[in-house]
């Protein structure tokens, strides 16, 4: 089975940074895309960054560009999101996912996807 889990949340001054994992196991990460979603009480889930290991596909959501970086490392089957410049507004439970490949970053944000993994909960104060 694709079981993810996301780990690394946490409380953080607006301006600060956290580092998220995504730790997959029953899968091999080269052979997925794997995307990180938030979804913010009363708000709509978004997708954030999604990345394709194995050509380097790396797509990010408007409201993170230039913050949020997202990386792996494929001897670990671990993705990384790296959040810089933390707003207020990126509070939210963060959430990975998995979709075999080939896989398109616009239908995993419809929910077009294999498996999810448990959220990882940050909270940036103002």
């Known amino acids: 089975d694709v079981q993810l889990q996301a780990s690394g949340g946490g409380l953080v001054q607006a301006g600060g940074s956290l580092r998220l994992s995504c730790a997959g196991s029953?899968?091999?990460?080269?052979?997925?895309?794997i995307g990180w979603f938030r979804q913010a009480p009363g708000k709509e889930r978004e997708g954030v960054p999604y990345?394709?290991?194995?050509?380097?596909?790396?797509e990010y959501a408007n409201s993170v560009k230039g913050r949020f970086t997202i990386s792996s490392d494929n001897a670990k089957n671990t993705v990384y999101l790296q959040m810089n410049s933390l707003k207020p507004e990126d509070t939210g439970v963060y959430y990975c996912?998995?979709?075999?490949?080939?896989?398109?970053?616009?239908?995993?944000?419809?929910?077009?996807?294999?498996?999810w993994g448990r959220g990882t909960a940050v909270t940036v104060s103002s």
């Open positions: 990345i394709i290991t194995s050509d380097g596909t790396i």
């Open positions: 996912a998995a979709d075999p490949l080939p896989s398109r970053w616009s239908l995993m944000q419809q929910g077009y996807l294999e498996a």
């Open positions: 029953g899968f091999d990460l080269e052979d997925y895309a």
